[in-house]
């Protein structure tokens, strides 16, 4: 996939999703369903760097029963070096299949950027792949979007619990306790009559932090059937 496409593919699910959120408001109070300690959700890659070593996921949008498409990012912090003089962070983004090497400076700025062995030009790299890796982070953007830590801490009227329950997970090398919550947003006064969005939230307790590792959002009305689904399969922490 070329670095455009992939850029474009991943901006192109976030607007989609922005379709689907419902907001954080409305039914039955969840808040002792879950206790959530030191929430982490990765919104840019200079928190994943200085939260986990390794970090993969995918997402996949349905229409009905039909996979539409998937898209696999994997994510390896390789250590410290040094760029053009200055103090960085080497990592490692596999963007469906696609190798990209990335060198942050401390503040989260591209250093420099090479993509599928193309080292990029440093204008391409500061105007470019910063809103490219913005794109691939929209999965856990989103769930700042929908508002998930407050709606499980603070839940107002509107929403409705269609299921709770707790278990384990294999989550790459790591089997990690999850509290999975089933929720629905019917009506008004935030959708249209007879429209509802159900969500599925899956928290994992890693121990330093919580974070989702599954959420799922399936947007119903009386023509279409839209869904998507993010899961996390690998986390490391540092």
């Given at each position: 996939m070329s670095t455009t496409a992939a850029w474009k593919k991943g901006l192109a699910g976030l607007f989609a999703l922005l379709l689907l959120v419902g907001p954080a408001a409305a039914g039955e109070d969840i808040s002792a369903e879950v206790e959530i300690d030191e929430w982490f959700n990765p919104v840019a890659l200079s928190e994943v760097v200085a939260t986990v070593r390794?970090?993969?996921?995918?997402?996949?949008?349905?229409?009905?029963?039909?996979?539409?498409?998937?898209?696999?990012?994997?994510y390896r912090l390789v250590g410290d070096t040094v760029v053009g003089g200055a103090d960085a962070t080497e990592v490692e983004l596999i963007v469906d299949g696609s190798l990209w090497k990335i060198w942050l400076a401390a503040d989260g700025s591209v250093l420099q950027a090479e993509i599928e062995g193309e080292l990029m030009p440093q204008m391409f790299a500061d105007m470019v792949v910063g809103p490219m890796l913005t794109g691939l982070f929209w999965p856990f953007t989103m769930a700042d979007a929908y508002g998930v830590e407050q709606a499980l801490t603070d839940i107002g009227p509107g929403w409705e619990l269609r299921s709770s329950d707790t278990g384990t997970r294999q989550i790459g090398d790591m089997e990690v306790s999850v509290q999975e919550l089933a929720v629905s947003l019917r009506g008004e006064p935030y959708l249209e009559p007879g429209e509802q969005v159900d969500?599925?939230?899956v928290i994992g307790d890693f121990g330093p932090f919580h974070m989702l590792v599954e959420w799922r959002v399936t947007d119903i009305d009386a023509d279409d059937v839209i869904a998507v689904r993010m899961v996390v399969e690998s986390v490391v922490p540092r």
């Open positions: 390794e970090l993969e996921w995918s997402w996949t949008e349905f229409e009905g029963d039909v996979e539409l498409e998937t898209m696999r990012v994997s969500y599925l939230w």
